[in-house]
Nanobody, 117 residues
C-alpha cells in the first residue's frame, strides 16, 4: 500500500500561482508514473498533467504553458506548479501513483484549489 499526502491547495485570485505537492510513502516511487488530476464541481475527474519514470511529461491542453509538473525521486515527491490561474481551474486536485505492470494505482485524498475572479 502506498500513501499519498497532498498539500498546497487554497484560495487565490485569478492570475496568481499555487504549488501543489504530493509525497508518496514506500520504495517504489522511482518506477511509478505520477499524475495530477482534478475534479471541478459537478464534473468528472480529468487529467491535468503526468510525468513518467524518465521525466517525460504530458499536459491537458487547458493548462499547457501555465502548469509545470516535476518529480524529485530522492524525496518521493511530485510537484505541480500552477501559474496564471483562472477561475475555471477551480477544482479538487488529486495526486495519482501508477505502476501499470504491477497493477498498482493509488490516489491522494484531494486538495481544494479555488481561483476567484
Amino acid at each position: 500500500q502506498v500513501q499519498l499526502v497532498e498539500s498546497g491547495g487554497g484560495l487565490v485570485q485569478a492570475g496568481g500561482s499555487l504549488r501543489l505537492s504530493c509525497a508518496a510513502s514506500g520504495s517504489t516511487f522511482t518506477i511509478a508514473s505520477m499524475g495530477w488530476y482534478r475534479q471541478p464541481p459537478g464534473k468528472q475527474r480529468e487529467l491535468v498533467a503526468s510525468i513518467g519514470t524518465g521525466g517525460n511529461t504530458n499536459y491537458a491542453d487547458s493548462v499547457k504553458g501555465r502548469f509545470i509538473i516535476s518529480r524529485d525521486n530522492a524525496r518521493n515527491t511530485v510537484v505541480l506548479q500552477m501559474n496564471s490561474l483562472k477561475p475555471e481551474d477551480t477544482a479538487v486536485y488529486y495526486c495519482n501513483f501508477n505502476i501499470a505492470w504491477m497493477r498498482r494505482d493509488y490516489w491522494g485524498q484531494g486538495t481544494q484549489v479555488t481561483v476567484s475572479s
